[in-house]
């Protein structure tokens, strides 16, 4: 078992910045895939971002390249986004999700992860 926990979302402005966090505990190792997901109300969650186990791959959806960067710590079992120049529509309830799989495949779909963080909110006002 696996259990996530993310951190770091808030209220921010147009233009600014954010990194969230993700802590993994339990079964964790470098074996896990992670993944960033979002979802605003009234919309499905959609894919952000996600990255290999060892780190070396990294996906990231059209609409926030150039912002947004994953990385991961496996010593500290920890994943980030950081989020550069947010706009009023990156709002969302964003999710960490965890995936065991060693490969570097591309997993953009929710039901490809097992496991799940309660989520973290990030509104940003114009």
């Known amino acids: 078992q696996v259990q996530l926990v993310e951190s770091g979302g808030g209220l921010v402005q147009a233009g600014g910045s954010l990194r969230l966090s993700c802590a993994a505990s339990?079964?964790?190792?470098?074996?896990?895939?992670m993944g960033w997901f979002r979802q605003a109300p009234g919309k499905e969650r959609e894919f952000v971002s996600a990255?290999?186990?060892?780190?070396?791959?990294?996906y990231v959806v059209t609409s926030v390249k150039g912002r947004f960067t994953i990385s991961r710590d496996n010593a500290k079992n920890t994943v980030y986004l950081q989020m550069n120049s947010l706009k009023p529509e990156d709002t969302a309830v964003y999710y960490c999700?965890?995936?065991?799989?060693?490969?570097?495949?591309?997993?953009?779909?929710?039901?490809?992860?097992?496991?799940w963080g309660q989520g973290t909110q990030v509104t940003v006002s114009s």
């Open positions: 990255i290999s186990g060892s780190g070396r791959i990294t």
């Open positions: 999700a965890a995936r065991y799989y060693s490969g570097t495949d591309y997993y953009p779909s929710p039901r490809a992860y097992g496991y």
């Open positions: 339990g079964r964790t190792s470098s074996s896990y895939y």
